[in-house]
């Protein structure tokens, strides 16, 4: 099992950008993928999470209404669309995996590399 994140960089407050968790030798009908954050001397925290079987969805309040998270089936891939970044959206990204339904608990069975996202002010 791999999940490879991809498509952080920098970006000036009020930009947009498209993260990819790319899955392979998983089958997300059958997990939910989470996407975490950690910022700079900051504990890792819980942003936006897809449900694999009934394609739910969920974010964290911080970031409602800004992010929308998606999975494209051909591709195997579940993507985080952040718009209206802010500078406290500065952070590693991280993209995880775990069977069943949603959760923001840390020990999630997959995790990939993270990818980093800037915002500039």
């Known amino acids: 099992v791999q999940l490879q994140a991809s498509g952080g960089g920098l970006v000036q407050a009020g930009g947009s950008l498209r993260l990819s968790c790319a899955a392979s030798g998983l089958n997300l009908d059958y997990y939910s993928i989470g996407w975490f954050r950690q910022a700079p001397g900051k504990e890792r925290e819980w942003v936006s999470c897809?449900?694999?079987?009934?394609?739910?969805?969920f974010y964290a309040d911080s970031v409602k209404g800004r992010f929308a998270i998606s999975r494209d089936t051909a591709e195997n891939t579940v993507h985080l669309q952040m718009n209206s970044l802010k500078p406290e959206d500065t952070a590693v990204y991280y993209c995880?995996?775990?069977?069943?339904?949603?959760?923001?608990?840390?020990?999630?069975?997959?995790w990939g590399r993270g990818t980093l996202v800037t915002v500039s002010s």
């Open positions: 897809r449900v694999g079987s009934d394609g739910s969805t």
């Open positions: 995880a995996a775990d069977p069943g339904v949603c959760s923001d608990y840390l020990g999630q069975r997959y």
